[in-house]
């Protein structure tokens, strides 16, 4: 790797220049003002598949929508004399490779030339296009997802206020899935819903856009003008594919299917309310028989306004950067020094101010923004910690919170690996909590991905600890490394006997079995100096610290540690 190009010193020889930069590792280029190559290391040559690339003019190398931006870039340092950057492709043996170019000035034997150095940004490109598709599309059927049906619902309208036609939406929902998963286990009801998806998406024009929703449930975004009797047709010809059997593991299955249609603008003007009608009219469908189409009446009931309306703003929000993450203090407790850091996550709405999670999260649960806010939540708390330990100068610890959705999410591991690779932090400073009832759901699955987790060097938690209902064989047969006693056994210490009988025993069978305890929810004095007495190392509550912003995090970190704090001041700093 070469230094930044504002930093290579002047030669007052090219060859001396040139065997420099021959065997950089990034591709290098000296350029004539004029744009055009007076050399190219070997590297760069490679990437060309030429042998020489003297005197061809760089900008023209590059993909037609970069070479605008990379003659402006040039230009811009040529005028001002200041280093600049830019991104731009080029093809490379039948791939696109992206680079990073940094373009300077410099003199070589009494004139001006260029010097750009490129960075090979391809696998960073690669990171980025798989976490846009993953946060866009469904894991199981690769079909877009809530996300990206709003954005096409969006497109749609104002194509339809354009050339003056309406569309149509159709929720479609499958009569008999849920049979099939009690009946025939996961794996044949997701072999189900691939053949299902492929079937609508063989039935629609190309200018449809077919979308899973969640569970058993599809959308279609129908553009077009329809009366009444074309969508009778239309949602015809999708029920009477999905009505033919499944051939699935030598079973032969009949699911049907049932159809709500919403019209625009007739019915609604924006995307959220639209999908809200269309699943009203599938209600509707259901309720008077399935196997049938309804298009949406006034008359049918559907989603509260309110759910609607916040659900809609979610979506926004998310477009509009409005969700923050706040880091509450891990403390020691007899020190009261700071070991790490457990992620928040906020939502800052422009009206409505700080909306709390225990709204917003169960309805992200339901339609899937979960996985994409959870991904983003995941990486952005692994590269702060890199900086709170700059700050720190010493090595701390994150907690990030899984959410059931997120843990069955088949691309949940590699969400993971993106988010330790991206960052550079150490598995074992990343820890990942975990609600007893997640485990729960499925044993089997969870002991599989929990294993793979910790081969990652990732520490688990279990989160909440004591109000769930696993048993305690699975802290045996699980890789935990951390319990969070729940704030409920916290509250009334150390006055409740029960409570205190509670958290003795859990630091005892911690103890036996090398875990680390956390006890959360710590307000009073008299509650951490209980937990401490007892051999609980590490606390977290509103005594040490209420969640806070990264920048008031920063500041305590440079300016005192939590160890030379009293407990007032250390309620002042999480304020």
Known sequence: MLP??????????????????????????????????????????????????????????AYDPDQAPLRAALADVQQTGVAGRVEARFRSHETDIWFE?????????????????????????????????????????????????????????????????????????????????????????????????????????????????????????????????????????????????????????????????????????????????????????????????????????????????????????????????????????????????????????????????????????????????????????CVQLKQFQEVAKRNLYISVNISPRQFRNDKFLDVLDDAIAFSGLPGEQLVLEITEGTLMIDPAHAETILTKMAERKARIAIDDFGTGYSSLAYLKRFPISVLKIDRAFIRDLPGSQKDGAICNAVLDLAKHLDLSVVAEGVETDEQLAYMAQRGCKYIQGYLTGKPMAAATAIAALNERTYANLMPGELRQVGA
């Open 101 to 381: 170019l940094r373009i300077s000035l410099f003199a070589i034997e009494g004139r001006q030339e260029f010097l750009v150095i490129g960075r090979d940004l391809t696998a960073q490109h690669a990171t980025e296009e798989r976490l846009r598709h993953m946060a866009t599309h469904d894991a199981l059927t690769e079909l877009p997802n809530r996300l990206l049906l709003a954005d096409r619902i969006r497109m749609t309208i104002a194509q339809a206020r354009r050339s003056g036609q309406g569309f149509a939406v159709a929720s479609i929902g499958l009569d008999a899935f849920k049979k099939v998963n009690d009946g025939l286990g996961h794996p044949v009801g997701d072999a189900v819903l691939r053949m299902a998806a492929a079937r609508l998406r063989k039935t629609l024009r190309d200018s449809d856009t077919l979308a899973r929703v969640g569970g058993d449930e599809f959308v279609a975004v129908l553009p077009g003008t329809y009366t009444e009797a074309q969508i009778k047709l239309v949602t015809g010809r999708l029920l009477a594919t999905l009505q033919a059997p499944f051939e699935i593991e030598g079973h032969t299955i009949y699911i049907g299917a049932s159809a709500g249609v919403a019209v625009y603008p007739q019915h609604a003007e924006d995307e959220v309310r639209l999908v809200a009608m269309a699943d009203a009219a599938l209600s509707r469908a259901k309720i008077t028989g399935k196997a049938r189409a309804v298009v949406y009446n006034p008359q049918h009931s559907g989603p509260p306004e309110h759910d609607i309306s916040l659900e809609a703003a979610m979506f926004s929000a998310v477009r509009e950067g409005e969700f923050l993450l706040y880091y509450q203090p891990i403390v020691d407790a007899r020190t009261r020094e700071i070991e790490g850091f457990e992620t928040l996550m906020r939502w800052k709405h422009p009206t409505l101010g700080m909306v709390p999670p225990a709204r917003f999260v169960p309805i992200a649960e339901t339609n899937g923004l979960i996985n994409l806010l959870g991904a983003w939540a995941l990486k952005s708390a």
């Open 4 to 61: 930044s190009p504002s930093t290579v010193p002047l030669r007052d020889s090219k060859n001396d220049m040139d065997s420099l930069l021959e065997e950089a590792g990034d591709i290098v280029f000296r350029l004539q003002l004029s744009g055009h190559i007076e050399y190219a290391n070997r590297r760069a040559c490679l990437m060309a598949e030429m042998p020489s690339l003297y005197g061809q003019l760089l900008p023209a190398l």
